[in-house]
């Protein structure tokens, strides 16, 4: 990856928290807990995979720097939203705590040297990823989400009694 096109995800990286706020302040609290059907999930369940994501995110960007070539773990993660019964955690929590996940974590990249970013792991599923991948995949996570969450609302505007 270029380095310019790195900074600019680096700065992607480093905004999410404030795009997330800002997306779910749009957002009325009574339809937090809107399923479109039982596959998707509500905002809610959206906040709460964000944040847990995001410890995952937080693991695995130090497994690149620390230990490199080490195999992580992987998740599924509709199971964990069932099995951990996102719909009992607190979204205020889970915001308070991807806020210092996300900022640990770039504090951490902003200034890595380049050889770092080539380092690799092994996920089980999508085999080997850099660094770079890494940034790409977190970079665009909440944008995505925050995506899934305007389809969240439209679907829930459309199904108000």
């Known amino acids: 990856m270029e380095v310019e096109e790195r900074n600019q995800l680096i700065s992607l990286y480093g905004n ?15 339809m937090w807990q809107y399923k479109p059907s039982p ?13 847990d994501s995001e410890v995952n995110s937080y ?9 490199p070539g080490k195999t992580i773990m992987a998740y599924d993660q509709d199971k964990w939203a ?14 308070e705590l991807f806020r210092g996940l996300r900022k640990a974590s770039f504090e951490l ?25 890494w940034l790409r ?7 995505l989400h925050i995506r899934q969450m305007k389809r969240v609302f439209e679907s829930w505007k459309g199904n108000k009694p």
């Open 82 to 95: 069932i099995k951990l019964r996102y719909h009992d955690q607190s979204t205020t929590d889970a915001m």
């Open 109 to 133: 990249i902003r200034n890595l040297s380049r050889e770092i970013w080539s380092h690799t792991i092994t996920h089980p599923e999508q085999g080997v990823i850099t660094m770079d991948d």
């Open 16 to 30: 999410a928290a404030s795009l997330l706020s800002e997306a779910v302040a749009g957002l009325p609290s009574e």
């Open 39 to 51: 596959a998707q999930w509500s905002v809610h369940e959206i906040i709460i995979h964000i944040t």
């Open 59 to 67: 693991i695995r960007c130090r497994s690149f720097i620390a230990d």
């Open 137 to 143: 995949i977190y970079a665009d996570h909440i944008p």
